[in-house]
């Protein structure tokens, strides 16, 4: 079929026959024609306010969220026993180490190390965050943090 003014038709389903109000109260649309009872409701332009305090009482009813959660991604605790028990004296330990050793997952971002468990190797700490007593503690058996 050739494509011309006259040979154009819309597609199925998009276009939707309008309701035919006011036929009789056996149509189902009679009587008020679909504007509800008589008052405030009947009018042109009188229910919108309604649909507001309805809303209202949804927002009322929402609990608020106090406080704030920070978008920065936290560093993964690495502890000095993980170190001990992962690491050979002399070695170093950065990200790529740790994740190497599946000390730390691999998808993680940053690490810090945390004073929490014995160090006795000489260990060389690189590229990681470290708390005071991490480094002190890192400091004691030989070892250096850069």
Do not use: C
């Not at 009679?30 to 504007?35: L, Q, R």
């Not at 409701?41 to 009813?61: D, I, V, W, Y």
């Not at 000390?103 to 190797?121: P, Q």
């Amino acid at each position: 079929m050739k494509l011309a003014i006259h040979t154009l038709k819309a597609s199925k389903g998009s276009r939707h026959t309008a309701k035919k109000l006011g036929r009789g109260n056996a149509s189902g649309h009679g009587n008020y024609s679909g504007h509800g009872g008589k008052g405030q409701t009947a009018r042109s332009g009188g229910s919108r306010g309604l649909k507001l305090k309805g809303f209202k009482r949804l927002m009322q009813s929402t609990p608020k969220l106090r406080g704030f959660t920070s978008i920065a991604t936290r560093p993964t605790e690495v502890f000095l026993s993980d170190l001990e028990k992962h690491f050979a004296a002399g070695e170093t330990v950065n990200l790529v180490t740790l994740k190497e050793k599946n000390v730390i997952a691999a998808s993680v971002k940053t690490a810090k190390v945390v004073g929490t468990g014995e160090l006795k190797k000489k260990l060389t700490v690189e590229g990681l965050k470290t708390t005071a007593s991490a480094k002190i503690a890192i400091e004691k058996a030989g070892g250096e943090v850069k």
